[in-house]
């Protein structure tokens, strides 16, 4: 009989719809399917969707009443920009004097480039005075005419003063179509940037808002009472009411649920997650418990989306090996899938008899070095996966896992081509396609500044033994798959938090302004379903940008995990010794909550000041933070607004660059409050009293500062 509510994950993929239950309360995975992804039916996805969690609940023995959390990823508004799949937009610019000159222009969106020979689908209407209902009126019905499905107002400076962009949507209210502020989209400067990533957005919502309704009536009907949930590009979850008004986050979105399992299930506080496939490697990064996110290229041009940073490189666990005079040239980028040849690993002994190498081109216009086996049981493909399983790289649970035998006899062949033994022949394979992961590997650590002492490779999806361990060996970092890393995606989807982020450019912003757009992104959470209580807001203001960013996360229900494991005291020490790489007698345990224990140790270096490093480890024995010179106190919610006062003001620099206060981060309750993306102390320490606000006088408080030099 089952006790536990479960926690839905679904990752609808271009051939693939897959399905997880996760036990909301442990976390454990129970159960996983796969169903083919209905694009042809008259239902569309959805009917992928309802499948696949009907075979779940059937699968694990639970009723739709049992799931606490719904939510589905989809690559539905990716394929649509990709195949040019898109609505006609109808823009409505409103502008007098120099605003009608910026606006007109506006109308060069329609040379946005879909696919090759297609452009975006966008007709012009200029209003001078938004306040004229009738003149709107026709502006509107001049784009109906021309065949505009969804409208976008948009005017200069509308983040300031949207009244003109409100006035036009209310007035063409009447026509019935599907609506957007430019201001809505995104409140940033920037006209032209600002109204193209809206009418983007604009073009998608018609094909998603009926996806979409399809989707809830469906889940309705199947007696799930959880809200669904919708995965972004940025990492979270949204309502399925905010993803109808904004379907532009869900475009990237595909490689953000892998990210979020990771993040979620794995816990990586500083790491690379490298998500390979059959063709290619997603590679993002992890930076003291958040995912890297930009502002997102969407059709060759730079938008307001906030996506993950994801940097993809042509090498899977079915690439195929590419070979010259007796060496080894390359790996990809064609994979085995795209060749329509099945791998060498995955045949039998007897499959591979009399085998022999020759090569071909996988496709019209492919140089012709790709190796192939022409063996008695036909034509197969060498590939990374082969290399892999040949030199015992891939664990025994694994799904990429095959006989060690057939993978060495796969491999055989080529090396005696090469003039060389099976181990060396399988490691060359896999030296030159972890070369080109580890060339954009280098670039992201150096970008993100990733402290590569503490950095951990973590690798998912079904190819993850491909890539990642060989990896980890010659780059000499620490490395590891992760658990069912072939569902990965699914389970971030499953385990992902509500987000919101909201954005505002504030030229000399204030405290109250900044806690203004703190609390805005708070309540955006809690609108969409998540638990109050529980809310996350991160804050960064960015001085020469002069831009206020505020992002805010929580999950749907205030989560009581019941984990059959708890680190001991022992336990956490080592953990922290391990990511200091000092000998647990040199660490001291400094400060602690119920939630974590901090860690540290002191080490000098030629010609620099005394270090104090620190590591944060919570009750699971994860390190959740790691700073490389930190200063620790331990004080109560009480005490804490006066401590906190004397040690920015001890610690706050003054200089040509401007003030900078130390970046604080406060160990409260079972969280960790980052409040470092604020430079100037009067705004920071108002940032904490609002963390501390409403919580009891005695409850333990540790505050972690790193100076900033």
């Known amino acids: 009989m089952t006790t536990h509510r479960i926690r839905v994950g679904i990752d609808v993929g271009g051939t693939f719809t897959d399905a997880v239950a996760v036990d909301a309360a442990t976390l454990e995975l129970l159960g996983q399917v796969k169903v083919p ?139 019935g179509l599907p609506m957007t502020a430019a201001h809505e989209i995104t409140s940033l400067y920037g006209l032209h940037k600002r109204t193209r990533t809206a009418v983007v957005n604009a073009a998608i919502q018609p094909r998603m808002l009926a996806t979409a309704d399809l989707v809830d009536a469906a889940v309705t009907k199947a007696g799930v009472g959880a809200p669904l949930m919708v995965m972004r590009c940025d990492g979270g979850v949204m309502s399925l009411d905010e993803m109808r008004r904004r379907p532009l986050l869900t475009v990237l979105s595909g490689p953000a649920a892998g990210v979020a399992g990771a993040l979620m299930q794995e816990r990586i506080s500083e790491g690379v997650f490298l998500e390979t496939g059959g063709t290619s490697t997603d590679i993002s990064v992890v930076r003291r418990g958040k995912v890297a996110v930009r502002h997102a290229t969407v059709l060759g041009r730079t938008s307001y989306l906030n996506a993950l940073d994801v940097r993809t490189v042509g090498v899977g666990g079915g690439s195929m090996v590419r070979i010259g005079d007796a060496r080894i040239t390359g790996v990809g980028p064609r994979s085995a899938h795209i060749a329509g040849l099945p791998y060498a690993c995955y045949a039998t002994l007897d499959d591979l008899r009399d085998a022999m190498v020759t090569t071909v081109r996988p496709m019209e216009g492919d140089p012709a070095d790709y190796a192939v086996l022409d063996a008695a049981g036909g034509r197969y493909a060498v590939t990374m996966t082969c290399a892999a399983n040949a030199l015992g790289r891939v664990p025994a649970s694994d799904f990429a896992r095959c006989d060690q035998e057939v993978a060495r006899a796969a491999v055989a062949p080529l090396a005696a081509r090469l003039g060389v033994d099976v181990a060396t022949a399988a490691a060359r394979i896999l030296d030159a396609g972890t070369a080109q992961v580890r060339t954009v590997v280098d670039a992201m650590i150096r970008d993100y500044r990733l402290d590569e002492d503490t950095a951990v490779l973590v690798g998912g999806g079904g190819g993850a033994a491909a890539v990642t361990p060989h990896l980890a060996s010659v780059s000499g970092m620490q490395g590891r798959i992760a658990r069912h890393n072939e569902v990965i995606s699914p389970i971030g989807v499953a385990l992902a938090l509500v987000r919101e982020q909201v954005e505002r450019i504030i030229p000399g912003a204030g405290q109250e302004q900044i806690l203004a757009v703190r609390a805005e992104a708070e309540a955006a959470v809690v609108a969409q379903g998540a638990a109050a209580d529980g809310v996350e807001v991160e804050v960064t203001v960015d001085p020469q940008t002069s831009t206020v960013r505020a992002v805010a996360t929580g999950a749907t229900e205030l989560r009581t995990q019941d984990r059959a494991h708890r680190a001991d005291e022992a336990e956490r020490l080592r953990t922290a010794a391990a990511s200091l790489k000092a000998d647990p007698s040199a660490v001291l345990k400094l400060a602690g909550t119920p939630a974590h224990s901090v860690y540290g140790t002191r080490t000098r270096r030629r010609f620099r000041a005394t270090l104090r490093p620190v590591r944060v480890v919570d009750t699971d024995g994860v390190v959740r933070l790691h700073v490389a010179d930190a200063q620790v106190e331990s004080t109560t919610v009480a005490r804490a607004g006066d401590v906190l006062a004397a040690l920015v003001r001890e610690t706050t620099s003054y200089g040509d660059g401007g003030v900078r206060a130390p970046a604080v981060r406060l160990l409260l309750g079972s969280r960790i409050a980052d409040l470092s993306g604020v430079l100037d102390p009067e705004p920071l320490l108002a940032l904490a009293r609002s963390e501390l606000r409403d919580r009891p006088a005695d409850e333990p408080v540790v505050a972690v500062l790193e100076v900033r030099s």
């Open 37 to 175: 992804t209905s694009h042809h039916h008259e239902d569309g996805v959805a009917h992928g969707i309802v499948d696949a969690l009907d075979q779940l609940l059937q699968q694990t023995g639970h009723a739709p009443q049992d799931i606490a959390f719904l939510a589905h990823g989809t690559t539905q508004a990716t394929n649509a920009l990709l195949e040019g799949d898109v609505a006609t937009v109808g823009l409505i610019g409103v502008g007098t004097g120099p605003g009608a000159f910026l606006t007109r222009r506006l109308a060069a969106l329609r040379k946005l480039q879909l696919t090759p020979g297609k452009r975006l689908p966008l007709a012009y209407a200029h209003v001078a005075d938004p306040g004229d209902a009738g003149a709107v009126r026709a502006a509107v019905d001049a784009v109906v005419a021309e065949g505009a499905q969804v409208l976008v107002a948009s005017e200069p400076f509308s983040v300031d003063r949207p009244e003109g962009e409100a006035a036009v949507l209310k007035a063409a209210r009447a026509h």
